[in-house]
C-alpha cells in the first residue's frame, strides 16, 4: 500500500497526466518505525517551496492493557493503512477546490502509527488476558516523536527560507501541533508561522500527566530548553500551547472543536471522566491556555462531528456566519480573526 502513491506519481508523469494530486513516499529512516516494526513512512505533496503545510494525522491513543490490545479493545492505529494514506481527496486534501487555501503549498503529511500522540520516546510493555486467564506480555513501542522529528527534519534540509508554515494536525496529531510549531519557528526565525489543533481540545483528566511520563513524553520533552522547569505532576496538552506560546509569540495558534465531540468524549470516558458538558472542558482548557498565551484563536462549532481539515464540511460549515474555511484562510493569510463559536462554551442560562 505504501508504495501505490509513488508508483502512481511516476506512472502520471510518464503520461504527461495532471499531477495535482500525487503524493511522493518519504522512508522515515533510522530511528523511526510503527508500535511494533520498524516500518514508517512520511509523504509530500509537491506544490510552492515558499509555502508549506506540516500536517500531523490522527489515529487514537493508548495507554494500558486494554485499549493497547489490539485483539481486544485497541483504540490506535498501530499501521500506515488507507487511513493513514494522505489520498483522500477532502478537505484540505481536495487540491481541485479552487476555495482550498492550502491548494498551491507544498504538503508534508505525517502518519501516526505510536499511539502516542507524536510525543511518545519509549517502549512499554503490557499484557493481555486470554480467556484462561493466562497473560500475555507484549510490547507498543510508543516512539511517535521521532517519527515526526524525522519528518521535519527532512523539511528543513529541503526548504531553506519558507515564507510561510502551516502546522496542523487533526485529532491525535492536533495535540502535538503547537510543539512542532514552536521548534519550526525557532529553526525558520524569518517565517511566519501559523498552528491549527484540529479537533483535540477538550481533553481534562487527572490521567494525562501520569500518561505523557508513562510514554516517555514528559522527559523527551524536557530536553528542550523551553520545557526544562515543567512539573511533571501537571504536565498536561494545554503546557504545549502555554510553553510554545511563550516561547514564541510571533506565532498564531489556534483551535477548532466541535461542542459536543463524541469521539473527544469517549477518550474522555476512557480517562475517568464522565457525565461532562464537554463545552465546559473546552471553556476550561481555553481560559488555562490564555492566562499565558492570550492570542489562541479559537472556532468552536455546535454538534459531535470530530475533527474538519480532512472532511467534506470544510467547504460548507458556518459559525455565527463565518465559514470554517474563510476562518482558515485568514489564517493563513495573516489577517486578524474573531474566536467563533463562543456562545456555545457559556455556562447553560
Known amino acids: 500500500m505504501l508504495l501505490i502513491l509513488a508508483a502512481s506519481a511516476m506512472a502520471a508523469a510518464a503520461q504527461g497526466a495532471d499531477t495535482s494530486s500525487v503524493w511522493n513516499r518519504v522512508p522515515g529512516g533510522s ?9 514508517y513512512a512520511f509523504f509530500v505533496h509537491p506544490g510552492d517551496p515558499r509555502r508549506l503545510v506540516i500536517y500531523l494525522n490522527g489515529g487514537g491513543a493508548c495507554w494500558n492493557n486494554l485499549n493497547c490490545d489490539l485483539h481486544g479493545r485497541g483504540t490506535f492505529r498501530d499501521v500506515i493503512d488507507t487511513t493513514q494514506l494522505p489520498d483522500q481527496k477532502s478537505g484540505i486534501f481536495d ?22 500522540v507524536f510525543l511518545g520516546a519509549r517502549t512499554v510493555s503490557y499484557s493481555s488476558t486470554d480467556t ?11 516512539r511517535g516523536r521521532a517519527n515526526a522529528e524525522q519528518a521535519v527534519a527532512w523539511v528543513y534540509a529541503r526548504y531553506p527560507a519558507p515564507q510561510l508554515v502551516f502546522v496542523t494536525g487533526s485529532s491525535a496529531g492536533a495535540i502535538p501541533s503547537p510543539l512542532y510549531a514552536s521548534l519550526v519557528a525557532q529553526h525558520y526565525p524569518h517565517a511566519r508561522v501559523v498552528q491549527l489543533g484540529d479537533g483535540a481540545g477538550g481533553y481534562r483528566a487527572a490521567a494525562i500527566p501520569g500518561i ?19 512539573d511533571s505532576a501537571t504536565l498536561t496538552f494545554e503546557t504545549l500551547y502555554e510553553v510554545a506560546g511563550r516561547t514564541n509569540p510571533q506565532v498564531t495558534f489556534a483551535q477548532y472543536n466541535s461542542s459536543e465531540d463524541n469521539v473527544q468524549l469517549s477518550f474522555l470516558a476512557m480517562l475517568g471522566v464522565h457525565d461532562v458538558r464537554f463545552a465546559d472542558l473546552l471553556a476550561a482548557n481555553f481560559a ?14 455546535p454538534g459531535p462531528m470530530h475533527t474538519i481539515l480532512r472532511r467534506p464540511e470544510f467547504y460548507s460549515l458556518t459559525v455565527e456566519g463565518v465559514a470554517i474555511r474563510d476562518w482558515v484562510a485568514d489564517l493563513l493569510g495573516g489577517k486578524r480573526v474573531a474566536d467563533v463559536g463562543e456562545s456555545l462554551l457559556a455556562p447553560p442560562k
Open 288 to 301: 488555562d491556555i490564555r492566562r499565558i498565551n492570550p492570542v489562541l484563536r479559537t472556532y468552536t462549532a
Open 31 to 39: 530511528g523511526t518505525g510503527c508500535a511494533h516494526d520498524s516500518n
Open 132 to 142: 484462561t486467564g493466562a497473560k500475555h506480555p507484549f510490547d507498543i513501542r510508543h
Open 212 to 230: 505523557l511520563a508513562m510514554w516517555g513524553a514528559t522527559t523527551a520533552l524536557r530536553q528542550d530548553a523551553a520545557f526544562r522547569g515543567v
Open 95 to 116: 487540491f481541485a477546490n479552487p476555495r482550498n487555501p492550502a491548494r498551491d503549498f507544498t504538503i508534508i503529511f505525517i502518519p501516526y502509527c505510536t499511539g502516542d
